[in-house]
């Protein structure tokens, strides 16, 4: 089974950095897309930053010069550095991945970690 396992989280203080990563495991032939999202208490889950298999990246609005993310594609791990972080930033962190694996017949299939809570608070 595959398998997407997020680390990193925690508490930190406004204008401080956190390093998220998800690493993905099992039966792999290869990772398309992966990306970070994020949810809050009482808010949807929205796209925090993207990056293609390639290294194209695509960032939310609101983290656009703070967040960079970026990929092992030979290890199957994406990164998030968070750095500036705000208030506004805390909430649950998810990792997705378009994984293609024999396990789902080589159909790209979006895939999601548990998620790993991020708390910006002094």
């Known amino acids: 089974q595959v398998q997407l396992v997020e680390s990193g989280g925690g508490l930190v203080q406004p204008g401080g950095s956190l390093s998220l990563s998800c690493a993905a495991s099992?039966?792999?032939?290869?990772?398309?897309?992966m990306g970070w999202y994020r949810q809050a208490p009482g808010k949807q889950r929205e796209l925090v930053a993207a990056?293609?298999?390639?290294?194209?990246?695509n960032y939310a609005d609101s983290v656009k010069g703070r967040f960079t993310i970026f990929r092992d594609n030979a290890k199957n791990i994406v990164f998030l550095q968070m750095n500036s972080l705000k208030p506004g930033d805390t909430a649950v962190y998810y990792c997705?991945?378009?994984?293609?694996?024999?396990?789902?017949?080589?159909?790209?299939?979006?895939?999601w970690g548990q998620g790993t809570q991020v708390t910006v608070s002094s």
């Open positions: 099992g039966s792999i032939f290869s990772i398309n897309a």
């Open positions: 990056i293609t298999r390639g290294g194209s990246t």
């Open positions: 997705q991945a378009e994984v293609v694996s024999g396990d789902y017949s080589y159909t790209p299939v979006a895939m």
